[in-house]
């Protein structure tokens, strides 16, 4: 036997498959999946690598092909459906096979199990208590209490008795010796999630949310498997939903997936699941200790939990029954992958339903246009939630015109009508939420005599100002020491320009002496819990005001704020990217979304320097569907995604001439190729940041409706930089239907 194995190292070169012979010893304990040693390479060292397959013949000499060494030591093995998973992604998004495979398999190698001592009495109560005796006769205090605790549990945690009753581990070793106890570990998972009691309170579905259950239990007892969009406003009662649809699932001995922004993935979040689930309900975030991740994934590979809550990479949890996926806020930027391979994971959801026979469901209360699209052209169903659960009206929203204010000779980041508001919810001891398009937006330094910015050394990008003096790099993390003169023209007005979430900050402290103001952006969050802590802090009214940029707006309920004034709405509009409509639209609806979720309406003011454009004007009515057909207009008329497909090709080297000839190289090669009909190239251009980390960059785009147009050019223009020596140096990514600009 045969099997074709893909080795462990990142090349071009090497992505494909080798083959060796399986020894018969290990015939049998292999499986797709499986991580071997091999030798490889002229010197034959040994490698580690991935079956993918297996045949009975090999295509050349049997007496020439090597031998697999062995199992790969303390590795895990890959699912099947997995590797699978793994090669449409490869095929889908470029990139080499391993790096698909470690995407889909984001454990490494095994971890040690968590161990827990115990100590356990040996002896019947009657001896023990002649033990006692014994020990209090002779004085021995400590060996008496540790006989004592002994005689109250005949099973106790080694570290807890230990601390409880003040004895040490040769008060232990003693008793031990006399066969009156044993010291025993036993193995633990390691379970990140800490529940707290409680039941789920007895919930009446509202009429919209029976219909939306009602047709996917329908659907699913029928063996249907599909795709829905469920639709509804912030509050309409969709996570409700979806652990209706789960609790089917489950029912069935199935299991399920669901996917949250980490952001959202909060404590309240994972209760309110745990609640419904109990202790079959795990989390993954990037927080997690790899011995945790680890346990996680045998846990859900063993089945003993149903239901996995997580990010991204949750996607990838090794159920063997998978039967459904729900993605929560399934028009989030976050779910497309950064890294190789930029994977989408919308699509990969419904790839990996597909493969596994499972059913997805997207919620979003602002669908992406693909989500949306997809329901209008059959390929998912729409389920739809139009009203709160709670029957609060939706915010009443009001578009303020900045120009205006500047006319007036108001030059404050504040309109009239907003500080108005602010002072009123003050007085009623309600509270306010004030959003910022962006951190440290415009915190940027800039000369008022010749307009110079400073920039990072290393990346195209400003740096920007924080308090105490540093301008920082938000790109790379470079910093240094302010500045006082303009480098450029020696004149002394360089100043910041003040609009980040910390001079929002101060001016409101400023303008409102006593209210109680807390900050949420990247700066005030880095330690381990602090997300958490402000927010409840805000939730349990210790603040009148929350100021803070897009990590404020998503899906936390706080009944006692009524107003939600959203500085330089605009903003994101000007950012150089097809998606910065819709994302202002999402943002917008989600920030009005925050006001008024208690029992007193909310009311949202929205500050703008573009007050008439469509995603605004949108927004203003929480009008998704005028907003829908408006923009995909737009993406029609530019061939962009949904209407048609993009792939970004990006290049980057830390040699500028010789990333300028590679590009227009490959420019030359992507026309030659340009066979299909309809394909249309632009570029290459410099990205809006030209150079990060000293690495500058080109970008490459490719249009056409039919994908699979696009992928057939990759993998042309992966044969032609594979063959060129001249691309050595150059990285390349491929990236479709990018969710960010380059
Ligand atoms: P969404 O996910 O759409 O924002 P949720 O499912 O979080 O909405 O619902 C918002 C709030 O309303 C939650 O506190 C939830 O427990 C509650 N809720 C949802 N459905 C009902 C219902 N049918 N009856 C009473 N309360 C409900
Ligand atoms: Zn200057
Ligand atoms: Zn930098």
Redesign the pocket.
């Known amino acids: 036997m045969y099997a074709e194995i893909i080795i462990d190292i990142t090349h071009e070169k090497l992505d494909r498959t080798f083959e060796y012979k399986v020894p018969e010893e290990l015939e049998g304990e292999l499986a797709i999946g499986s991580s071997v040693l091999v030798p490889f390479g002229n010197g034959g060292k040994v490698r580690q690598g991935f079956i993918v397959g297996f045949s009975g013949e090999c295509s050349f000499d049997p007496d020439r092909i090597k031998e697999i060494r062995g199992r790969a030591p303390k590795s895990v093995r890959i699912e099947e459906n997995l590797v699978a998973l793994a090669a449409w992604m490869k095929e889908h998004y470029g990139g080499t096979m391993i790096q698909a495979l470690k995407t889909v398999w984001p454990v490494k190698k095994q971890e040690r199990p968590r161990e827990k001592r115990v100590i356990r009495r040996r002896v019947t109560i009657e001896e023990g208590k002649e033990w006692l005796a014994l020990f209090q006769k002779k004085n021995q205090k400590a060996r008496a209490r540790l006989m004592q605790a002994l005689l109250d549990n005949e099973e106790a945690d080694y570290g807890w008795i230990l601390r409880k009753i003040g004895v040490n581990a040769s008060v232990v070793r003693a008793l031990e010796e006399k066969q009156i106890l044993s010291v025993e570990t036993e193995k633990v998972w390691r379970n990140p999630v800490k529940a707290a009691g409680g039941r789920q309170d007895e ?4 009429e919209e ?1 029976k219909e939306a259950i009602r047709i996917f239990k329908e659907d699913y007892q029928a063996g249907n498997l599909r795709t829905y969009l469920l639709y ?1 406003v ?7 939903v979806y652990m209706e649809m789960i609790r089917k699932v489950v029912e069935q001995g199935k299991q399920a997936i669901v996917l949250i922004p980490e952001i959202a993935l909060t404590y309240q979040t994972v209760m309110r699941f745990v609640r419904v689930f109990g202790n079959r309900v795990s989390i993954m975030n990037s927080r997690l200790s790899p011995g945790e991740r680890y346990d996680q994934m045998l846990r859900a590979k063993k089945g003993e939990i149903d239901v996995m809550i997580g990010p991204r990479s949750a996607l990838f949890t090794p159920f063997e029954h998978l039967g459904l996926i729900v993605i929560d806020e399934e028009h989030e930027p976050t779910y497309k992958s950064e890294q190789v391979p930029r994977y989408h994971a919308r699509e990969t959801a419904v790839k990996r339903a597909q493969i596994e026979g499972a059913s997805v469901v997207l919620g979003s209360a602002t669908p992406s246009l693909e989500a949306f699209d997809g329901c209008l052209k059959g390929r998912y169903r729409l389920l739809r939630l139009t009203r709160r ?2 029957r609060q009206r939706m915010a009443q929203v009001s578009v303020i015109d900045m120009r205006e204010e500047l006319k007036k000779g108001n030059r404050s980041i504040l309109s009239d009508c907003l500080r108005e508001k602010i002072q009123d919810r003050l007085e009623k001891k309600e509270q306010v939420m004030l959003f910022l398009n962006r951190r440290g937006f415009a915190g940027f330094l800039s000369c008022r005599s010749c307009g110079y910015v400073v920039k990072c050394p290393h990346c195209d990008v400003s740096l920007s100002w924080h308090k105490g003096g540093r301008m920082i790099c938000h790109y790379c993390g470079y910093e240094e020491e302010m500045i006082h003169v303009c480098p450029s023209c020696g004149s002394p007005h360089i100043g910041a320009f003040k609009a980040g979430t910390q001079q929002v900050e101060d001016l409101i402290r400023r303008e409102f002496p006593g209210a109680g103001v807390l900050r949420m952006d990247l700066d005030t969050t880095r330690g381990k819990e602090s997300y958490e802590t402000i927010l409840s802090a805000f939730a349990d009214q210790e603040a009148d005001i929350l100021i803070g940029t897009q990590m404020i707006v998503k ?1 936390h ?1 706080f009944p006692n704020v009524t107003l939600v004034g959203v500085l330089a709405a605009d903003l994101s509009l000007y950012i150089s990217d097809y998606r910065a409509a819709e994302r202002t639209f999402a943002l917008l609806c989600q920030a009005a979304g925050r006001a008024g979720r208690g029992a007193v309406p909310g009311e949202a003011v929205i500050q703008s320097y573009n007050p008439d454009h469509y995603s605004i004007q949108a927004a203003a009515r929480q009008d998704y569907e005028a907003f829908f057909a408006e923009e995909m207009k737009f993406r029609t008329l530019m061939g962009y995604p949904p209407a048609a497909h993009l792939m970004a090709v990006l290049m980057t080297s830390g040699d500028e001439v010789l990333l300028n000839t590679g590009a227009s190289y490959l420019k030359k090669f992507a026309q030659r190729i340009r066979t299909d009909s309809g394909l249309e190239i632009i570029g290459p251009a410099s990205p809006a940041v030209g150079k990060i980390k000293d690495q500058y960059r080109k970008v490459l785009y490719l249009k056409h409706e039919d994908y699979r147009v696009l992928t057939r050019a990759k993998d042309k223009m992966e044969q032609y930089i594979e063959m060129n020596e001249g691309f050595q140096k150059i990285r390349i990514q491929f990236d479709f239907d990018p969710v960010q600009t380059f």
């Not at 919930?203 to 509202?206: E, F, L, R, S, V």
């Not at 912030?234 to 409700?240: H, I, L, R, V, W």
């Open positions: 919930i009446t579905y509202t949310q509804g912030t509050g309409s009662g969709k996570t409700e659960v709670r899906g309920d």
